[in-house]
């Protein structure tokens, strides 16, 4: 039996009128469909650092936090059908993050030098993320969405 690539994805939340998703899309590939921040976790990185590493290799955003690990999904990869396991975490940007930005891809990754263009997406979402990214939304825990960090 093949062992499953462990992964991260990222949740991250900005606090405003409403709550809004740090998405981003590919420039140039819109098959890729829209997306949160998410990849493979180093041998000996812990999950915690795996999903901040993955923000910012992703995105360029440095100061997102996490909150709390949410979820463990068991599900094979779409195209090579290959086991993965993700862990989901739910992260929060400061309101003042940037509303929209292209980033190209650092890191070792497959994806290094790519332009993603990011955005914050007000939730809940009017249509699905691609990979069904978004089936754990409902696991953040709603009470914090009454922070006094709004930005109005």
């Excluded at 999904?73 to 290959?82: G, I």
């Excluded at 890191?107 to 914050?120: H, M, N, P, V, Y």
């Amino acid at each position: 039996m093949t062992r499953p690539r462990i992964r991260v994805a990222a949740y991250v939340i900005r606090l405003c009128v409403v709550p809004e998703l740090l998405v981003f899309d590919h420039v140039g590939m819109p098959q890729a469909g829209t997306q949160v921040p998410a990849g493979g976790v180093l041998p000996g990185e812990a999950p915690e650092q795996a999903v901040l590493r993955e923000v910012l290799e992703e995105t360029g955003l440095r100061t997102a936090s996490v909150i709390e690990q949410l979820v463990v999904e068991n599900k094979p990869h779409p195209d090579t059908r290959q086991p993965r396991r993700t862990t989901y975490f739910h992260l929060r940007a400061p309101a003042t993050a940037a509303d929209t930005w292209n980033h190209t891809v650092c890191g070792d990754g497959g994806d290094t030098g790519l332009i993603f263009a990011c955005r914050f997406l007000p939730l809940p979402l009017t249509r699905p993320l691609a990979d069904d990214q978004d089936a754990w939304l409902g696991y953040i825990d709603p009470l914090w969405a009454t922070a006094d960090t709004r930005r109005t």
